[in-house]
């Protein structure tokens, strides 16, 4: 097929530009999380700031804010990739299912928070030995958002979807809530993935009749 000439030059500009520019981006963005999870271990997450971080990876404070919302964010930098798991197994189930238990099913994607285990083990340590509320709290929000979503995209079409969406989340913001601070209160005698995965199969045997 005849192409213009315009257009031939244009693909052998564009094309290698766009990758120069998305590895550029993906360079920039794991120089922000090194630097920050560098700056948690040796400082802890309280002692460091922004502008720390943005320091120590060598970019200005407003471009710590293009990759991450907040320092929470740099906390659980796989939870978009996990929430999407859990979306797709969500909506795998069947459409009739009640939304608790289809969330219940879908859920196994919080047994795995983090392909680096040194990095999960680090903000599990924040969150006993500082016991600061920002990590947790920013996750159990984020994760409630998500559910909620999902309920409403699945059962909008129902008079009562708002309220389902509501309540299925609240419940799954409690369970966590639960599952983190029964995970404080016994000293990390098991994995805080096994006690989340306890609670909500819990709530499965409560829910049951």
Known sequence: ?????????????????????????DATEKAIADAAWE??????????????????????????????????????????????????????????????????????????MTEDEQRNQTRLALMKQEKCPAIADYFRKRMTEAVEAMVLERDGDRPDAQLRARLTSGIVGLVI????????ETGSVEPMEDVGHRCFSMVADLITF
């Not at 991450?68 to 009739?96: C, G, H, L, N, Q």
């Not at 809530?177 to 404080?184: D, H, I, N, P, R």
């Open 177 to 184: 809530q639960t599952s983190q601070e029964l995970w404080k």
């Open 1 to 25: 097929m005849w192409l213009p000439v315009a257009t031939i030059v244009n693909m052998s500009i564009e094309t290698p530009t766009a990758s120069l520019r998305q590895r550029k981006k």
């Open 39 to 112: 700056l948690f271990e040796a400082r802890g997450y309280s002692n460091t700031s922004i502008n720390d971080i943005a320091e120590a990876a060598n970019v200005a404070p407003r471009t710590f804010f293009r990759y991450f919302p907040s320092k929470e964010a740099v906390a659980y930098p796989e939870f978009d990739e996990m929430s999407e798991s859990i979306r797709k197994a969500f909506f795998a189930r069947p459409a009739d299912e009640p939304p608790l238990a289809s969330l219940l099913a879908s859920f196994d994607a919080l047994a795995v």
